[in-house]
């Protein structure tokens, strides 16, 4: 166990639909990642936040937009879906420590049909 | 902007036996990470190993290790004495040390490790 928690694992929606994905780091950590996973484009780095502001920016569509609160939890929001956005969505989280691993949830599966 | 490659997409290794996964990375930063993670069919994403660019030595855990070669920007992971529990697909990936970098990973395009007993 990770100490990562993410919600929902699993996420069935429609096209065009608008859905949320909840991330928990792990207890005093303040950082943040979201990746995606794809069968074509492999783990892509989406955006991290860092104590509730945006750090780094990678490769996000517009349709997509992510927040952290002030508790530190995070929530992935993924609007006008597309097929193409069916997907594991990983969040991942790291403390203070200089070791620069990341500790990573169990996933949020999203499918869009 | 850094990249990660790992050129195996498949391997298969005997039970006991020993295998050798490759991973270039292509960076112009001297301090970073480089990290070996392994994703089992469960999906779980799982910290194999962690090296850092200004140790020489490389890193050993238990039956796994590495064989890093900054200047040839090369990665490998060895695994010894491999069991049925060790097939999972994994994956090398890099973290700069920039501050301004944020400590994201970047992923190279993983390569699925079958156990054969």
């Known amino acids: 166990d990770s100490g990562v928690t993410q919600t929902p694992k699993h996420l069935i929606t429609a096209t065009g639909q608008r859905v949320t994905l909840r991330c928990s780091p792990r207890?005093?950590?303040?950082?943040v990642y979201w990746y995606q996973q794809s069968l074509d484009q492999g783990l892509q780095f989406l955006i991290q936040?860092?104590?509730?502001?945006?750090?780094a920016k990678g490769n996000i569509l517009e349709r997509f937009s992510a927040q952290q609160f002030p508790d530190l939890h995070s929530e992935l929001n993924l609007s006008s879906l597309e097929l193409g956005d069916s997907a594991l969505y990983f969040c991942?989280?790291?403390?203070?420590?200089?070791?620069?691993?990341?500790?990573f949830g169990e996933g949020s599966r999203l499918t869009v049909l | 902007a850094q990249t990660v490659t790992q050129s195996q997409p498949e391997m298969s290794v005997q039970e006991a036996e020993t295998v050798t996964l490759s991973c270039t990375y292509d960076t112009s930063e001297s301090d970073y990470y480089l990290f070996w993670y392994k994703q089992p069919p469960s999906r779980q994403m799982i910290l194999v190993i962690r090296q850092e660019a200004y140790k020489q030595q490389n890193a050993t855990e238990n039956r796994f290790s590495v064989n890093f070669q900054k200047a040839a920007k090369s990665f490998s992971l060895k695994i010894s004495d491999s069991q049925l529990g060790d097939a999972a697909m994994y994956f090398c990936a890099y973290s700069s040390r920039l501050h301004n970098q944020g400590g994201k990973l970047i992923f190279g395009q993983g390569t699925e490790l079958s156990v054969k007993p």
């Open positions: 936040y860092y104590n509730g502001e945006e750090r």
């Open positions: 207890s005093g950590d303040l950082s």
């Open positions: 991942a989280s790291s403390g203070r420590g200089e070791t620069g691993e990341l500790f």
